[in-house]
């Protein structure tokens, strides 16, 4: 084995080690319920989050979210993640007619102790009397208007907290689906890997 292709190796040791290969889970909800999410309801007799039938395309089921005027619910997920790391976070969401909700993504990094180091904040969609145009997409990659810190996972970064939360100013049920977060830990210990089988022929 060469001295650079034994540099790479111990490098990809490093990142596999670095990036547990965690993603998140049942993103698309097509478990049917909420496998892997947690829900956050502060008044559950005006409140509720569950997967219902429907979604985009060929999608079977979809979360809804459900509050009523004053009140606030959150989805989200806890998952394994590095330091150094950019986020990104892409979904679908499907808005009643007249709506006057409002929706945005939060992430908190966190340390091994579950302690919050930073956050990153961007808005959905918000209120105004709109929605009923079917399905559409989001993704905080092309949000110029998203806040906080989606540039690198600071140091000491164990978790990541990814939370979609919805509030209303009337009755609303607005529906979620196909969340995906970029990148997907897993997905950059492939890459690596792929890397190596590249190097590894080159050098043969």
Request: charged letters at 10%; a negative charge; aromatic letters at 10%.
């Amino acid at each position: 084995m060469s001295k650079k292709l034994s540099i790479f190796v111990c490098a990809l040791c490093l990142v596999s080690i670095a990036v547990p290969a965690k993603a998140l889970t049942n993103g698309d909800f097509e478990t049917g319920d909420l496998t892997g999410w947690w829900t956050w309801l502060p008044d559950p007799a005006n409140e509720t989050v569950s997967v219902v039938p429907g979604g985009p395309g060929t999608s079977v089921y979809a979360a809804e979210i459900y509050t009523l005027s004053g009140s606030s619910a959150q989805l989200g997920q806890d998952i394994a993640f590095s330091a150094g790391l950019p986020v990104s976070v892409s979904l679908m969401y499907d808005v009643p007619a007249n709506n006057w909700a409002g929706a945005g993504i939060t992430i908190q990094y966190k340390d091994a102790s579950w302690s919050v180091l930073d956050w990153g904040w961007a808005n959905i969609y918000g209120g105004g009397g709109g929605g009923g145009g079917g399905w559409l997409s989001y993704d905080t990659a092309s949000d110029g208007t998203k806040s906080g810190n989606w540039t690198s996972a600071p140091a000491g970064t164990a978790y990541l907290t990814l939370k979609i939360e919805q509030w209303g100013w009337q009755p609303s049920g607005s529906l979620y689906d196909n969340v995906v977060l970029t990148p997907e830990p897993a997905t950059m210990v492939l890459l690596g890997i792929g890397g190596l089988v590249a190097l590894r022929r080159k050098h043969a």
